[in-house]
């Protein structure tokens, strides 16, 4: 079957197509023929290698961990009635551009039937993890929220379901007002730009900050905390954080301020399934939008991670086989 591989960590030539077996199921797992495959902001960090101390993984490496498709196999242990089925599936940190993927069953969830292959890697990875990274930041309805790094799948994301909850002020960094407006009709009550300026009716503290960016200036943004405020770190496109981060919260000690990281890989199977379902209904009603730049064949994955480089994807960008 044909597959993509980091043949050599850098830049996207370092991407190659060849011609690999046909993956044979373990006992919990399923093999789904890929329809779309989701290209996420982590692909790009293993691709570029410079994750390698947190995301250890070697050469030769399928990226990519999202798919949606058909289950054309089932491992001993898997429930045959999946066969035939139309499924979204996590393949794990790697394993996702190919045209046969293998997932355990438990990371596997049904479409519905209105429900785009496309549309379900738009939103079955990313709609997830903002839901419970709002959850983690015990965000309420009431509170003001500012998503730093809007312009993402799980940006978007946030920005809907924070907004659709009822905040009345949900605010975004982005790079350009192009994307301020079509952030705007999902959602977005204030635009600023990458250092958190350039909208003057925009409130100065936030009672909730979801950060997708990390990078060097996530101690300026805890500033923009206010009293009791609960930033959470969900995604570090920029690079790390500052290893020191924690005496910007003890500098302002009496403001209750608190940061915390949050994974989805905590959250538990079951609960990760209830919300993928309910999201992917949201999006066959129209509640959520799944939010996509542009669906390229599978041999240009290194043209998809150039688009990505370049910082040219507004949601998700998807391969198809
Ligand atoms: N927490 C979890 O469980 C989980 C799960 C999966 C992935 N992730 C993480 O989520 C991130 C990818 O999320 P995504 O696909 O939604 O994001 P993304 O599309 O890769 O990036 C989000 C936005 O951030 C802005 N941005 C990019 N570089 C920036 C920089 N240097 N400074 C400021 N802003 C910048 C860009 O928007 P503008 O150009 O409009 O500013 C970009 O569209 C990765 O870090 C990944 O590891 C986390």
Redesign the pocket.
Known sequence: MRAVIVQRFGDPSGMEIIDVSHPTPEADQVVVETAAIGV???DA?IRRGTVADMLPVPAGLIPGSEVAGVVSEVGADVDVSWVGRRAWAFTGISGGYCAFATARVSDIAALPDELSFVDAVAVG??GP?AHF?LAHAHFGSADSVLVR???????IATVELAARAGARIVAV????QE?GRRLGELGATHILD?TGAGDPHAPTHFDVIID??G?TAVPEFIDRLAPNGRMVI?????GPVPADVGSRLLAGFQLSRSLAT????TIGNDAKDVVRRQQFDAVTRGALHAVVEDVLPLERAADAHRLMDA?Q?FGRIVLAP
Not at 149 to 155: C, D
Not at 173 to 176: A, F
Not at 234 to 238: E, Q, T
Request: charged share 10%; proline share 0%; hydrophobic share 45%.
């Open positions: 996420g902001g982590v960090m990875g990313a993890v990274a790094g809007g312009s993402g799948s799980i940006g960094t982005t790079s350009s994307r990458r997708i960016v990078g969900a995604g570090m496109v920029a949050f994974s989805l890989d910082g994807v």
